[in-house]
T-cell receptor, first 114, second 116 residues
């Protein structure tokens, strides 16, 4: 069975500073990896995904993530955050098919301070 | 991308009543839909997998008689919370799989259920 661990439940950071949100997964088969953002009282918005190919994936809002198979990680990064990036971020994996059921990490609350 | 519409976005109901939540794929046929639940300040947990024309598969610990799932057509799945109690208050969100564009799960907007 697959599992996802987001090592930090909260990450405070000052505006315009870089940030990395960590995600590690475990699975016995090949996986597809996703990062979602959830703003208060809203649904999920897909930031980026890794399906295959280049291990560096670029997403929306200036975010990127790097798939590291040997370390089973898929950390999310942004070189300069904005106040508007304050939200909950979820890492997720699926097996078999990219559109299949997702296993989510516990979430990381990114808090951007002015 | 494919669009999934979930309705209602918010619902408040009295304890003991039932609530139906709809999940529709608007521009594709979804052979499989998934229902998730998110308690406040927690992550999303898969409740059940819904396949068109067959019985849903429930995750361990999810009461199938309480959370009735129907997937009668390729574009509609419904989740009915029966005899709702305050502890059922949660955010429910569905996703649908497009077998022809299987590059990601397509999520609905979610439903905030409050049982009073």
């Amino acid at each position: 069975a697959q599992s996802v661990t987001q090592l930090d439940s909260q990450v405070p950071v000052f505006e315009e500073a870089p940030v990395e949100l960590r995600c590690n997964y475990s699975s016995s088969v090949s996986v597809y990896l996703f990062w979602y953002v959830q703003y208060p009282n809203q649904g999920l918005q897909l930031l980026l995904k890794y399906l295959s190919g280049s291990t560096l994936v670029k997403g929306i809002n200036g975010f990127e993530a790097e798939f590291n198979k040997s370390q089973t990680s898929f950390h999310l990064r942004k070189p300069s955050v904005h106040i508007s990036d304050t939200a909950e971020y979820f890492c997720a994996v699926s097996e078999g098919n990219a559109g299949n059921m997702l296993t989510f990490g516990g979430g990381t609350r990114l808090m951007v301070k002015p | 991308g494919a669009v999934v519409s979930q309705h209602p976005s918010r619902v408040i109901c009295k304890s003991g009543t039932s609530v139906k939540i709809e999940c529709r794929s608007l521009d594709f046929q979804a052979t499989t839909m998934f229902w998730y639940r998110q308690f406040p300040k927690q992550s999303l947990m898969l409740m059940a997998t819904s396949n068109e024309g067959s019985k849903a598969t429930y995750e361990q610990g999810v009461e199938k008689d309480k959370f009735l799932i129907n997937h009668a057509s390729l574009t509609l799945s419904t989740l009915t919370v029966t005899s709702a109690h305050p502890e059922d208050s949660s955010f429910y969100i569905c996703s649908a799989r497009d077998p022809w564009m299987d590059t990601e799960a397509f999520f609905g907007q979610g439903t905030r259920l409050t049982v009073v």
